[in-house]
């Protein structure tokens, strides 16, 4: 009796068993099959999106040949000043200072893969701007005529922001953002809109809809991201200011590898209603919309201008505080204190990025400041809290995006740790700690619930409280450090190394305004230095040595930084840096 029982239940058993498996098959079967449709649909998107933006490439090239070659060459080698003031005398009109601009921008394109739309409309904006200048009665703006270019991201009436997402192909918008409409008050003109890496949160810059954008410098590296296009542009002399965004140095780290100079402000210090962010939802990792251009001075005379008519944001958006441009802050004779650090305790920089912090505190102590050595806390701890904070869902808004689209190689190694439930990945870290103590801090890092999540926010708000407390103890104005670990790496390198932000993330998590200012190229001696001198205890420090090997002549720069509303000081200290070595 037992016996039949017994084996009743084995077969019962099998059954269920079967039945599970045959459950787990169909399940995968069905996932294979519709992500197999979802990428079919989507293979015929990408391939129209292309055909479209390279009829928009020849229309913009159209336009650019508008213009005689002579006086197009003759433009285009003023510089950002030079070119405010022909617009504002009426010698260059605002659409020959757009043709100008559609014909550098496309060469810059044919180097870099920068762009993914030329606005076409710019150039009816430049003639009508040209138009009302003809009446006597018409006062110019500011920075009347000049070509603005924007990373794709950025909302502009009637063009899309894809954020490298093939399922957000042909959705335009359907209203200018209000820093837009604003940048449009102020004279300048909208031009074209440039690549990123899919879903921002990379430092790389490829996306399966419109491919990989490279650095000017160097094809096989990358131009940074996620406001990769923006620098590659500029850096290419595509444009002449561009604005960015940053919620782990996506403004800086492109500006660092393309030789460009731009600020991250503090969050307050634009209004954001009607933007958008990349993941909604995510307080006390704050991201900013932020310019970029060639030199320092340009991004000064740009925020001049914009924060100096700040109402017409705040206007617009309440949340947006009207605190005016601080011109006895950026022009004040007083001296500063300055602490600065060229290692952080996370991760040390190669030998140029420390070199360019020596040499730019060398500049500021002779300008009369005083430098002295500071110490970020427990950056271990920091890099945990940010990657805590920034995928507060454990990676899941992202995952779920993605797995509705063509996933771009770059991020499929993260997207596979988010598809580990985040008990397994804790598991995992202890034993992995002991062999690699750096890689166990980032796989520990995603939340498992919300009791932890609001530890990770409180500890947030106490690290910010304990910085500022030790920049006032010692009474400092900014800080001066590394922009990033590396100079421009290799396409495949910032999705293996995602933990080399530590130098820029730090200043999203305490909502500091920072920027990058361009100091120096590498050189042989500190590639002599790498190869003798340069770390090689773990996996991330091998490959950003050997990512590091043969990038001599790529630009560095340094990092400026200072707590919110106090955006004037960073911008003088980076200005005051440009001026000891450009000498303009
Ligand atoms: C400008 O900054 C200085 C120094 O922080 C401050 O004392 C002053 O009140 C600020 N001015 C305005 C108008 O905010
Ligand atoms: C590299 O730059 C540093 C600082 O400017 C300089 O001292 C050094 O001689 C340079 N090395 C080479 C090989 O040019
Ligand atoms: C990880 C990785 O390979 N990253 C991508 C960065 O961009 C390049 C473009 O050459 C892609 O091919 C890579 O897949």
Redesign the pocket.
């Known amino acids: 009796m037992i016996k039949i029982i017994g084996s009743v239940s084995r077969s019962n058993m099998l059954f269920y068993v079967a039945l599970i498996l045959l459950g787990i098959g169909a399940y995968y079967y069905h996932f294979r099959e519709s992500r197999r449709k979802i990428i079919e649909r989507l293979e015929t998107v990408v391939q129209r999106r292309r055909d479209d933006l390279s009829k928009n490439v020849e229309e913009a090239r159209r336009i650019g040949n508008k213009l005689d070659a002579q006086r197009r060459d003759w433009i285009g080698g003023l510089d950002f000043e030079q070119l405010q003031g022909e617009l504002q005398r009426g010698h260059v009109s605002c659409a020959e200072a757009v043709r100008t601009y559609f014909y550098k921008g496309v060469l810059a394109h044919e180097k870099t893969n920068a762009v993914t739309a030329f606005i076409l409309e710019a150039e009816q904006q430049a003639e009508e701007l040209d138009e009302k200048a003809k009446s006597p009665s018409y006062v110019k703006p500011p920075m009347f005529g000049i070509p603005l270019s924007l990373k794709e991201c950025l909302k502009v009436k009637g063009y899309d922001t894809t954020r490298g997402f093939v399922q957000d192909a042909y959705k335009p918008s359907t209203e200018d953002s209000i820093q837009i409409e604003h940048y449009k008050k102020l004279g300048l003109i909208p031009f074209c809109q440039t690549n990123v890496p899919q879903s921002l949160l990379s430092y790389n810059c490829s996306n399966p809809l419109f491919g990989t954008t490279t650095n000017p410098y160097d094809k096989t590296r990358t131009c940074g991201g996620s406001s990769g296009g923006e620098g590659a542009l500029i850096g290419a002399g595509g444009s002449l200011i561009g604005i960015g965004t940053d919620v782990g140095g996506s403004v800086r780290i492109p500006c660092h590898f393309t030789g460009t100079a731009g600020l991250k402000p503090s969050k307050m210090r634009f209004a954001h209603r009607g933007g958008g962010a990349s993941v909604p939802g995510k307080p006390l990792i704050d991201a900013n919309d932020g310019p970029m251009a060639q030199d320092v001075k340009t991004n000064v005379e740009f925020l001049k201008n914009v924060w100096g008519d700040i109402d017409f944001q705040s206007d617009r958006d309440p949340y947006c505080p009207p ?2 441009w ?4 950026y022009s ?1 004779e007083k001296k500063l204190r300055i602490g600065y650090y060229i290692d952080d305790g996370w991760f040390t920089p190669t030998p140029a990025l420390q070199r360019a912090v020596l040499e730019s505190k060398k500049h500021l102590e002779k300008a009369g400041h005083t430098v002295i050595p500071f110490y970020p806390p427990r950056l271990t701890e920091v890099i945990k809290l940010y990657f805590r904070a920034v995928c507060l869902d454990g990676g899941q808004y992202v995952l779920n995006k993605l797995l509705k689209d063509m996933i771009e190689p770059t991020i499929r190694f993260q997207t596979t740790i988010w598809m580990i439930p985040t008990w397994v990945q804790r598991a995992l870290s202890y034993p992995i700690t002991l062999v690699f103590p750096r890689l166990g801090v980032l796989m520990s890092s995603l939340t498992r619930d919300t009791f932890e999540l609001r530890e990770a926010y409180a500890d947030i708000e106490a690290y910010r409280e304990e910085f500022v407390g030790l920049m006032m103890k010692d009474n400092l104005d900014v800080i001066l450090c590394p922009a990033s670990i590396m100079p421009a790496p290799q396409h495949d390198i910032p999705s293996k190394v995602l933990c080399g932000v530590s130098y820029t993330c730090l200043y999203n998590l305490l909502d500091f305004g920072a920027g990058v200012v361009p100091v120096t190229k590498v050189n042989k001696s500190d590639e002599e230095k790498l190869i003798n001198e340069y770390p090689e205890t773990d996996k991330w420090y091998q490959i950003t040595k050997s990512a590091t090997i043969g990038a001599i002549g790529m630009p560095i720069g340094v990092q400026v930084a200072a707590p919110p ?2 955006e ?2 960073v911008l003088r200290t980076m200005r005051e840096i440009e001026l000891a070595i450009t000498g303009k």
């Open positions: 605190v005016h601080n011109e006895s802050l004040s509303f106090r004037e000081a």
